[in-house]
């Protein structure tokens, strides 16, 4: 198992398995999913976390914004078009859960807003992620 460790912070197999970044968008409702380097695949994880959000989402009757990330390896353009395909991923998810696809916008900011500015392992899994905002 390839995995990184740095005081309490974790991840495993080149995903991201700690809380340190993590807010949320509710009460128990985590705002972001991480993914793999060069990955949209959605871990089990990921889906359990994306199905809290869609329950709160249509309970809530909010509209939200998922942004898409990358981490710091690869050309701008590169992880541009990642951060669509991670934010996409999500939003299907999310829609498939029964979300209305009127209450997801999806941007994607690359490698161009990181959670972890350090240039280590432990920070490119953090970097590789969805974030659920409320929609402004």
Known sequence: IASCLVGSEMCIRDRYTGTDTVKYLATGVADRVFFATNSTGLTSA??????????YIKSSKISVVIEGHADERGTREYNLALGERRANA???YLMAKGVAKSSIKVISYGKERPANTDSSKLAWSQNRRSVTVKAK
């Not at 990921?46 to 329950?55: F, P, R, V």
């Open 90 to 92: 999500a939003r299907d």
């Open 46 to 55: 990921a889906k359990a976390t994306l199905t809290k959000q869609a329950g």
